[in-house]
């Protein structure tokens, strides 16, 4: 077992700077145990561990061979040159549904067509094939011993298809096969003097085998927690396989696992493509099974930056080398390289599976910031949580219409966005109800003799009052608190009614918000409404300067639960947002329920998790660490 801790390390001073590891993993000795079982039958494995660095060793038990049947196919035979002595077989690992990596029990999809036969091949066409006449031709003596290069790309099961990460496949299989031919013609002659060369000449080998396998941050994560004691995701990770001792006529060279989530986000910061990000990881990660370490000295590290640079150079490909990068993040005061939390980032979200099917989404106080509007953050992580599959469903005290007239402003209403007229909603504290098509499902009015007192009390003691009905605002006289519902909240702007009588009768009433500062809201509104409802309505707060008071037994959840009845969804693939008191039942119903740091005390007690506050992009964060 080769084990090597490497950092790149100009800097000492900075102990949390990134760290490789290389050690033993076995994925392809999985595949090349069943083809060595009769050269194997009478040995003992040899010791696997590392006495460079006996502290972080493990010992792994190996499963039973595979039998033959489930051997990796080789789909494709490219020779580079008459003159190289390289044989090229570039396989696209193929491993049966129900086999399980002995590796965090996850298992590995197969690249393969869409018809299930693996890739086209790119290189050879037997005669047969094109139906050409065969003609017997002498045998050509090789004058150069041909040394078979098998590479197997491999995609983690976790990680979803993506148009992009399929062309960079196809990509590898050729890219990494003339990164080896390359990096192994340095060898033999190598002047570098930390190198470990137990692996000096692959001229002696009558093939070498190599896997590559593109995952995501938590396939990565456990991997690193696993073998390093890091519960944080890398970029990449080398894992060796070379036993010298067995002196086999096989290079078992070993595997290369790129977490390609992580190198999306650092091609970004670095200015170039994903493939050639994961080009210059899969340089690094072969470099290290080639022996060289950056970790041990400043030599060595100078040297295996020289040879990243040698490589990269030499094959043409664009970018640093990885340590030279990793250099220059640390010295770059506006560099986010460390990983320093479990959040996602924005547009990285399209290599993970949705944990979640809904997302139900509060407005006020959620969604929106304290100045009533959605950050561009906020908009960014719903569109690409939509993109990828996920519905987000708003359930808030507003009114259908204002939450259109808020998303359309930045491009969340309509055919594709969040809400439209044809989309399902809860809305005002779940009175109103839309299901499929849009279409009302639920309905409930306030009663008409807690609404006469309520117009009452208000024309009495001139404390401003709003009727919600369906669409409509409606009221008893002008009041700036008034407009403020229509100028900052997006509601429909009230209209002033001439008496109690006529407002009464203009329609159903759903609820109705009283308006007053903060302090007459909690110290007079709230206790005398709250005695004068008793069993016929309840009052609740969504915001501080507002009370509602709306049907007994209705409430925000309930209406929730009607929507998941009606569209036969479960709490199990649900993830609610809120902050308001109204968001209570919401967040228990669903699987996971985040109240935003803003919140009141009793969502934060019921609530899973607690996020970021509203003015701080809470609902982007919680899409980016929780919902994926």
């Known amino acids: ?35 060595l079982s009769s050269l194997l039958r009478n040995l003992h494995p040899p010791p696997l561990l590392s006495s460079r660095s006996p502290s972080m060793a493990r010992v792994l038990s190996l499963p039973t061979p595979l039998p033959l049947s489930l051997a990796p196919k080789t789909i494709t035979s490219i020779r580079v040159s008459a003159q190289s002595g390289f044989l090229i077989n570039t396989n696209s690992l193929r491993v049966s549904p129900s086999l399980k990596s002995s590796l965090c029990d996850r298992g590995f999809n197969s690249l393969c067509r869409e018809d299930g036969r693996g890739l086209a091949p790119l290189g050879r066409v037997w005669a ?59 060898l033999k002659d190598s002047a570098y ?69 992580t190198a999306a986000r650092q091609a970004e910061e670095r200015g170039h493509t994903l493939l050639d990000e994961i080009r210059i990881l899969m340089v690094h990660g072969l470099l290290h099974l080639l022996g060289f370490d950056h970790e041990i000295s400043e030599e060595a590290e ?55 099917n809904y997302i139900f989404c509060d407005m006020d106080g959620t ?10 953050a906020n908009v960014k992580a719903l569109k690409e949580a939509v993109s990828r599959g996920v519905k987000v469903v708003i359930a808030t005290g507003k009114a259908r219409s204002a939450v259109i007239s808020i998303l359309k402003m930045v491009d969340l209403s309509g055919k594709d966005g969040v809400v439209s007229e044809f989309s399902p909603g809860v809305f005002l504290q779940g009175l109103l109800v839309y299901g499929r098509q849009g279409r009302e499902v639920f ?60 407002l009464l009768a203009a329609a159903d009433i759903q609820k109705m918000i009283f308006l007053d500062t903060p302090v007459g809201v909690a110290t007079t509104l709230r206790p005398y409404w709250t005695e004068a409802t008793r ?25 929730v639960k009607i929507l998941l009845d009606h569209l036969g969804i479960t709490a199990e693939e649900v993830m609610a947002i809120g902050d308001g008191e109204n968001d209570v039942e919401m967040l228990e119903l669903a699987s996971l329920g985040v109240a935003l740091s803003n919140g009141s005390e009793k969502t934060k007690a019921v609530a899973n998790v607690i996020g970021d506050s509203n003015d701080e992009d809470g609902v982007a964060d919680a899409i980016y660490r929780y919902a994926f």
């Open 1 to 35: 077992m080769s084990l090597s801790l490497s950092l790149p390390n100009k800097t000492k001073a900075n102990p949390s700077s990134r760290l490789k590891l290389t050690f033993l993993l076995p994925l392809r000795l999985l595949f090349m145990l069943s083809r």
């Open 128 to 186: 047969s094939q094109r139906e050409y006449r065969k003609v017997r031709r002498r045998a050509s003596r090789s004058k150069v011993k041909e040394l078979e290069l098998n590479v197997s790309i491999c995609i983690e099961e976790d990680l979803p298809d993506d148009a992009e990460i399929l062309s960079i496949t196809e990509m590898l299989r050729l890219n990494v096969p003339m990164a080896m031919k390359l990096a192994f013609d340095g």
């Open 193 to 261: 003097k930390t190198r470990d060369a137990a692996i000096s000449d692959v001229g002696g080998f009558e093939n070498v085998e190599l896997s590559l396998l593109l995952c995501n941050d938590e396939f990565i994560c456990k991997l690193n927690k696993e073998w390093r004691d890091e519960d944080h995701p890398t970029d990449v990770l080398s894992m060796s396989q070379h036993a010298p001792e067995l002196k086999l006529p096989i290079l078992m060279l070993g595997d290369i696992v790129i977490s390609v989530e």
């Open 302 to 356: 100078a040297e295996m930056e020289k040879e990243e640079e040698r490589l990269l150079k030499s094959l043409r490909w664009k970018g640093k080398g990885l340590i030279q990068s990793a250099y220059d993040a640390e010295t770059n005061a506006n560099s986010h390289n460390e990983y320093t939390d479990d959040r996602k980032k924005e547009g990285s979200l399209r290599f993970y599976k949705p944990k979640f």
């Open 367 to 376: 969604l929106l910031n304290s100045r009533s509007q959605i950050s561009s």
């Open 443 to 502: 309905r409930r009015n306030l009663d008409p003799d807690v609404c006469r007192e309520a117009c009452l009390y208000s024309w009495e003691n001139k404390i401003p009052l709003i009727a919600f009905t369906k669409d409509r605002c409606l009221t008893l006289f002008n009041h700036s608190l008034v407009d403020s519902v229509h100028t900052i909240y997006h509601e429909p702007k009230a209209e002033i009614m001439p008496s109690v009588e006529h």
């Open 535 to 559: 069993d016929r309505a309840t009052v609740v707060q969504a915001v501080p300067d507002m009370l509602e008071i709306v049907p007994h037994g209705t409430s925000k959840g309930s209406g």
